[in-house]
């Protein structure tokens, strides 16, 4: 976590030693639409054997944008309201199972120098977790166990993450995320891709 928050600091040094390029918000006005597809680091957990990557889908809408006014940065800071969308696959020694987080977002972004965009903010929603059990246990009691439930875990957390645009509709971002309720349920990291609209 320190090295996160170092990283962290240094950017936003570097950023505000450029902040003579931004003269107002770009990529995050108000009625703009984004779309990103990101594939995630999944979380360590002892009692998985094997998990693949998270994939997930996010759209993000524009609601208000420029209303924060600095000397250094003019009309920057927009507001915008989505949804996140994840999907992965793990099994251990019970049973094979898939699980899809997801929740609706607000963040806040700010633009420090031109084509970046610097985003946080709060989530939460639900996991949809499937269950296929098939598992023995001792002979003598019961030699095979099979069946399946469904059931969801709670996500309440927050994110943040920067987005870097090459051109006005794409660009690659990278993403921070923390559940407050279950710490199993979305990536810790991830990375992809932006296309706005």
């Known amino acids: 976590m320190k090295k996160f928050l170092l990283i962290v600091a240094s950017l936003f ?16 006005n108000a009625g703009d639409f984004a779309l990103g597809v990101m594939v995630g680091v999944p979380p360590y957990n002892l009692s998985v054997d094997h998990r ?3 994939f997930s889908v996010d759209a993000m809408w524009g609601l208000k944008d420029g209303f924060c006014h600095t000397k250094a940065f003019g009309d920057n800071g927009a507001i915008d309201l989505g949804l996140y969308v994840g999907y992965f696959y793990y099994s ?20 420090f120098v031109k084509n970046l965009d610097v985003y946080a903010g709060l989530q ?23 069946g399946s439930s469904t059931g969801s875990n709670g996500i309440l957390g ?16 990278a993403e921070y995320s923390g559940d407050w309720l279950d710490l199993w349920s979305l990536p810790t990291f991830a990375g992809g891709v932006q296309f706005n609209f």
């Not at 950023?15 to 003579?20: D, L, R, V």
């Not at 251990?92 to 633009?111: I, Q, T, V």
Request: charged content about 15%; overall charge negative; proline content about 4%.
């Open 13 to 28: 040094t570097i950023t505000c030693a450029s902040a003579a390029n931004v003269e107002k918000i770009q990529f995050a």
């Open 92 to 111: 251990d020694f019970y049973a094979k199972s898939w699980e899809m987080p997801l929740a609706a977002r607000c963040g806040f972004n700010w633009e």
């Open 158 to 173: 927050i994110y943040s993450g920067v987005k870097w645009m090459f051109t006005d509709v794409f660009g690659v971002k």
């Open 124 to 146: 939460g929603g639900a996991s949809i977790l499937h269950s296929k059990l098939d598992y023995y246990e001792s002979a003598l009691i019961t030699p095979h166990v099979t």
């Open 52 to 54: 693949t990557p998270t």
